[in-house]
């Protein structure tokens, strides 16, 4: 491997891991850890040790992404499955909080698998970002499939919901999907309904690359505040999308009704206004109770997906 692919690779790695370690730090986001803020059972400190801990699949999967750009591999022999499988069972090995960033891993290693092939192939634009992540979350297999519900199984992610088909809580399952040979992607297109992390997929990253990142870069132009600019990032994506987490651990009209709290609280300021400060404040202790069924965790999921795609687009606090 030349100079230029392990430059690419470290860079990948970097960028993914620093947007990992700004999102778990920013505060306060309601309901959320972060540097000011624990839950009895896992904390901020178990956050940071599952950034680095993933730093390895990262790797692997940017590399896998340039060895489809030299032409070495096809789409289909990424294995964004088995890497996933790999940073999941990091993310557990390397700290006692359980799962802290399962949704944060599905999101990073594509991307990371589509930077390593944009990077070695075209030029570093996040449209030819976009176009190779598509190709990419497109060509995955059954065997990709089986991995990621591995990799949900193997951290013991909560509020999955059910399906009648392919469901991850079912032992069947891993048989269904080889005798359907049906895809992680055609997977994820069935849970894209209750599920923001595999609308994602779904829909070419939308949230992503439409939401999130154009507003964290307006955020950071306007105030010059990284930790502001990654809380307004989190509460703009709640107020658009109520966290389907939430969701699926309650029921849908309590995650609106928080998404409407968000909004009001955005309305007044946000974090630049002693209102918008009271206002998620208030939310924050409301999101907190309960036995964490209010935490908007898959907002800090998408959040950090557009923090990765500032960060490999020349971000840097």
Request: aromatic content about 8%; some cysteine; proline content about 3%.
């Amino acid at each position: 491997m030349d100079l230029n692919s392990t430059n690419i690779i470290e860079y990948v790695s970097g960028c993914s891991q620093l947007a990992l370690l700004l999102e778990s730090s920013a505060y306060p986001k309601p309901g959320n850890i972060h540097r000011t803020a624990d839950f009895e059972d896992t904390k901020y400190e178990h956050f940071l040790a599952s950034s680095i801990a993933v730093g390895q699949a990262i790797r692997e999967a940017t590399k896998q992404g340039m060895l489809v750009a030299s032409g070495d591999i096809d789409y289909k022999q990424i294995e964004l499955g088995r890497i996933i499988y790999k940073a999941t069972s990091s993310m557990m090995q390397w700290q006692h909080g359980g799962n802290t960033i399962l949704g944060s891993i599905l999101l990073l290693v594509p991307i990371s698998a589509a930077a390593g092939l944009t990077w070695l192939k075209t030029s570093k634009s996040v449209n030819n970002l976009k176009s190779s992540l598509s190709k990419i979350t497109h060509s995955t297999t059954p065997e990709d499939a089986i991995f990621v519900y591995d990799a949900i199984k193997l951290s013991d992610a909560g509020g999955l919901g059910s399906s009648d088909r392919f469901d991850v809580t079912k032992e069947n399952s891993r048989r269904e999907i080889l005798n359907s040979s049906i895809s992680l992607f055609e997977i994820f297109q069935i849970s894209s309904d209750y599920d923001a992390i595999s609308s994602e997929w779904a829909n070419d990253f939308k949230i992503t690359f439409q939401i999130g990142y154009p507003y964290f870069l307006n955020q950071i132009q306007e105030h010059h505040n990284c930790n502001t600019a990654i809380v307004h990032t989190f509460l703009k994506i709640l107020s658009m999308f109520p966290d389907t987490l939430i969701a699926r651990k309650t029921d849908s009209v309590r995650a609106q009704e928080i998404s409407t709290a968000v909004s009001k609280a955005l309305e007044v300021g946000g974090m630049t206004s002693e209102l918008g400060r009271e206002k998620l404040a208030a939310l924050d202790i409301r999101l907190r109770t309960g036995g964490h069924r209010l935490n908007p965790g898959t907002t800090a999921d998408l959040t950090c997906s557009s923090l990765t795609i500032a960060t490999l687009n020349g971000y840097r606090p």
